[in-house]
């Protein structure tokens, strides 16, 4: 059963994807627009995926 290294690459992986919707939330207000909805639905599955990550390192982990 995967250790504390699963949570660590968890949480990497978990931070570039909150910087990922950091930078299309900025690109949404630099452009004032929202790209034809494409930003939203990036954000929606950056979203999703940070959850999936976070279910995962909790199953990994056996909590």
């Known amino acids: 059963m995967p250790t504390g290294k699963w949570l660590f690459s968890g949480l990497s992986a978990q931070e570039f994807i909150q ?5 299309v939330t900025a690109a949404q207000s630099a452009n004032e627009f929202d790209m034809d909805g494409y930003a939203t639905k990036a954000k929606a599955l950056l979203n999703q995926a940070y959850d999936e990550i ?5 199953a990994a982990n056996g909590k």
């Open 54 to 58: 976070k279910l995962a390192a909790v």
């Open 19 to 23: 910087r990922a919707i950091n930078k």
